[in-house]
């Protein structure tokens, strides 16, 4: 039996039906227009806390900590494709987001410390960023895309496009940008090959 194309993806704005939610409700209906499904973690309403730097996973690779970070450690392992959509909050990733990445120290000291990467599946591991922010200033994205880029390597993705939105800033203001839900369909559409 062949197993499907993998992908879960992580909501990181706390606005319920904002600009990130939009965005990435548009790269999940990409996906799904080629018969995959998508599992989706609102970070903002699971109990996570944040990394207490304990040093509890430098020799397992494993965090200590019991929390529904359990059940992201499980499907992140498993998954061939990783959405991971964020708000620009104080030039960067919002809290939300950043928590559940610093919890990945985990995948990092398992990688770089135990040398066990992620192994990938015949599908490899690819990854999309989604951001939203509001003002008309780049330097928003670009630390995100800092951040992102390191948690994408952490986890053993190798590959991920970007697709960025500056100037959004009301609740539901994507809906106006002349081609973003487009080319988020189409990021999508693109993952699931
Ligand atoms: C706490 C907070 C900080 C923000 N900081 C920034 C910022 O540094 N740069 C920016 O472009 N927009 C900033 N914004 C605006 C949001 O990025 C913008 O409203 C975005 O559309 C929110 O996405 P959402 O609807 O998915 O929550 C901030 C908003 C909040 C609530």
Same mark, same amino acid.
């Given at each position: ?33 080629? +018969? ?19 040093? +509890? ?7 200590? %900590? ?15 494709? %990783? ?50 922010? +509001?003002?008309?200033?780049? %330097? ?54």
């Amino acid at each position: 039996m062949t197993t499907a194309i993998k992908t879960i993806a992580f909501l990181g704005s706390p606005r319920k039906d904002g600009n990130t939610e939009l965005l990435l409700q548009s790269a999940i209906r990409g996906i799904e227009a080629s +018969g995959l499904q998508v599992k989706t973690f609102r970070l903002n309403i699971m109990n996570i806390q944040p990394c207490q730097n304990c040093g +509890g996973c430098d020799e397992t690779g494993e965090c200590i %900590i019991k929390d529904d970070m359990e059940e992201i450690y499980h499907e992140i392992r498993s998954a061939d494709r %990783i959405i991971l959509a964020s708000p620009i909050f104080f030039f960067s990733l919002s809290a939300q987001t950043k928590i559940m990445i610093d919890r990945c120290q985990s995948f990092w000291c398992e990688k770089y410390l135990l040398r066990k990467p992620i192994i990938e599946g015949k599908y490899g591991r690819k990854g999309l960023l989604l951001l939203a922010g +509001g003002m008309k200033k780049e %330097i928003g994205i670009q630390c995100a895309e800092a951040t992102a880029k390191a948690f994408f390597r952490t986890i053993s993705v190798p590959e991920h496009r970007t697709l960025s939105y500056l100037g959004i800033d009301a609740k539901g203001a994507i809906l106006e940008h002349p081609d973003a839900l487009k080319e988020a369909f189409e990021a999508g559409e693109k993952l699931a090959l």
